[in-house]
């Protein structure tokens, strides 16, 4: 079950007070998709991963954060116009800011996990700018697996999904045909997306497809 609840938050950045909904509980039953989406009820959960100072326009996980670069960049064009990407959907804008900061401030890892919430929001919402969006996470993500984390295999498997998605057949391939993964199950999604990038396949799909084989 989901449980949100209304909770009073003040902004680190302006000092404003605001009821902001906040996620207390939930639980997810099913296949993720290939890129680590969550099933239900988990992923129609995304509108309290983060918030938003009805003020200041300061967006975080919790309002409460610290904002880690100088706050003149709330106002600025780049920020406000969301360096003129026009999204179909508010919840994708906040996203996208948050990526935007973490950008700014230097953290890529926080800043690939805002994109990529912004590309589930787009895909929710039908917009073409998941596509695009998808591109830029693969540079970011690219960063992340040659510092080699402990979540390299993760950031693999999402590069190599939105590599697919956005079209990018011959580039999947060619990076990812020769790498055996450690975890097999891991190992597994990769082959299956190597599969469909062949067939030059960019469609969503489950790991059920997979692992009900």
């Not at 009073?8 to 902001?20: A, H, I, L, N, P």
């Not at 639980?27 to 992923?43: A, C, I, T, V």
């Not at 509108?47 to 709330?74: M, S």
Request: proline share 3%.
């Amino acid at each position: 079950m989901t449980m949100i609840k209304d909770i009073e938050r003040e902004c680190s950045v302006c000092g404003e007070k605001s009821m902001q909904p906040t996620l207390m509980s939930t639980n997810s039953w099913g296949y993720p998709d290939l890129d680590l989406r969550p099933p239900e009820m988990q992923r129609s959960t995304m509108h309290v991963w983060i918030q938003e100072c009805p003020n200041c326009g300061y967006v975080a996980g919790r309002l409460t954060d610290e904002l880690e670069i100088p706050k003149d960049f709330l106002k600025s064009d780049e920020y406000l116009n969301c360096k003129g990407n026009d999204f179909k959907s508010d919840l994708s804008k906040r996203f996208y800011k948050l990526h935007m900061i973490a950008r700014e401030s230097g953290n890529v890892e926080k800043a690939f996990y805002g994109l990529r919430n912004c590309i589930w929001e787009c895909d929710d919402v039908q917009d073409e700018l998941a596509i695009e969006m998808r591109k830029r996470a693969v540079e970011l993500a690219s960063e992340l697996i040659e510092r080699n984390t402990e979540d390299k295999e993760i950031f693999i498997l999402m590069k190599a999904d939105f590599l697919r998605r956005s079209g990018q057949f011959d580039r999947l391939v060619e990076e990812y045909e020769n790498i055996t993964l450690d975890d097999e199950n891991s190992d597994r999604v990769l082959r299956y997306q190597i599969e469909k990038a062949k067939e030059q396949d960019d469609e969503c799909y489950t790991t059920e497809e997979i692992f009900s084989r």
